[in-house]
C-alpha cells in the first residue's frame, strides 16, 4: 500500500459559544505545538468560517491510523477533550477521510 493510501484526514466541524472564542482558541493553542511535533502529523490547522466567527473547521493530515491512533492518547488531547464541552455549542462533527487513488 502506498503512502497516500495510509494517510488519514480528519475534519472535526465545531461551533462555538457566544462569547467562548477567545477560551476556544486558547484551549487549541495548548495542543496546536505538541500535536504538530508529533512525528506522525503532516497537518494540524484551525481555520475559521468567513461567514461565521463561531463556526470553525479543525484540519489535520496524519501518515497513517496508526500515527492518529497514538496523537489521540497523549495528554494535551485528553485535555483538549475535557476542555472542550465549556465551549462548544453542539456536538463536534467528526470526518474521516482517505485519500482517493489517481
Not at 466541524?13 to 506522525?40: C, M, N, S
Not at 492518529?68 to 474521516?96: C, Q, S, W
Amino acid at each position: 500500500m502506498n503512502e497516500a493510501a495510509e494517510t488519514v484526514h480528519v475534519l472535526v466541524d465545531l461551533q462555538i459559544k457566544p462569547g467562548t472564542t477567545a477560551r476556544a482558541l486558547e484551549i487549541f493553542a495548548q495542543a496546536a505545538a505538541p500535536t504538530r511535533a508529533e512525528p506522525g502529523c503532516v497537518r494540524y490547522e484551525l481555520c475559521q468560517s468567513q461567514d461565521d466567527e463561531r463556526r470553525f473547521v479543525l484540519v489535520e493530515e496524519w501518515r497513517s491510523q496508526a500515527a492518529l491512533d497514538e496523537h489521540l492518547t497523549k495528554p494535551y488531547i485528553r485535555t483538549m477533550g475535557a476542555a472542550l464541552p465549556e465551549v462548544v455549542a453542539a456536538p463536534l462533527g467528526i470526518r474521516f477521510l482517505r485519500e482517493v487513488p489517481r
